[in-house]
């Protein structure tokens, strides 16, 4: 199974602050990685798939990037809504695998 | 607007089969996606653990290979999920969910089972 490593496993930002949250895959997934933010009590909600692709209706202040190995979320300007946890996810190879999470609170 | 629903028993008795029902509404499963089963561990570890595809073939995580199936009622646009000889490690939310491109776009909103005696 491709492992993903997410980090940090948590964070604390302020108010407008840029946040970036990683996953390393152990072998490359040629851009076929996914981000979703659930929040306490719901379900999933898809940020970035294909990598750097932004899904209908998430804000523009969500992106994502990486290539290989290593791929990143970018959040420019942390809002108070975006407290949540984060986690990424790779379809390249069966089964298709989950990061750790990141837990993301407002400081 | 599509929507899933997951409902079955919040409580699994150990060495026994849990069952969930995934209920589609606004698209029906057999035009396209794959329709996948995840779960979320306490501690927030998450599995995928299979699909069924539109055309009715499934994939299955090896994990699980052994104990899991995935089956769907087309006539009712409903998913199912059965997984064989629990232990309390199968503790969990579940999810359903629909995948496009490798992602999911659509999920449930989740249910909790819980195994123990």
């Known amino acids: 199974d491709i492992q993903m490593t997410q980090s940090p496993a948590s964070l604390s930002a302020s108010l407008g602050e840029t946040v970036s949250i990683e996953c390393l895959a152990s072998?490359?997934?040629?851009?076929?990685l996914a981000w979703y933010q659930q929040k306490s009590g719901k379900s999933p909600q898809l940020l970035i798939y294909a990598a750097s692709r932004l899904q209908d209706g998430v804000p523009s202040r969500f992106s994502g990037s990486g290539s290989g190995t290593r791929y990143s979320l970018k959040i420019s300007g942390m809002q108070p809504e975006d407290e949540a946890d984060y986690f990424c996810?790779?379809?390249?190879?069966?089964?298709?695998?989950f990061g750790g999470g990141t837990k993301l609170e407002l400081k | 607007e599509i929507q899933l629903q997951e409902s079955g028993p919040g409580l699994v008795k150990p060495s026994q089969s849990l069952s969930l029902t995934c209920s589609v509404t606004g698209y029906t499963i057999t035009s396209g996606y794959d329709w996948s089963w995840i779960r979320k561990f306490p501690g927030n570890k998450m599995e995928w653990m299979g699909y069924?595809?539109?055309?009715?073939?499934?994939n299955y995580n090896p994990s699980l290979k052994s104990r899991i199936s995935i089956t769907r009622d087309t006539s009712k646009n409903q998913f199912f999920l059965q997984l064989n000889s629990v232990t309390t490690e199968d503790t969990a939310t579940y999810y359903c969910a629909r995948a496009l491109l490798g992602a999911f776009a659509y999920w449930g909103q989740g249910t909790l089972v819980t195994v123990s005696s």
């Open positions: 072998e490359g997934i040629s851009n076929d």
């Open positions: 996810q790779q379809s390249y190879k069966y089964p298709w695998t």
């Open positions: 069924i595809s539109y055309s009715g073939s499934t």
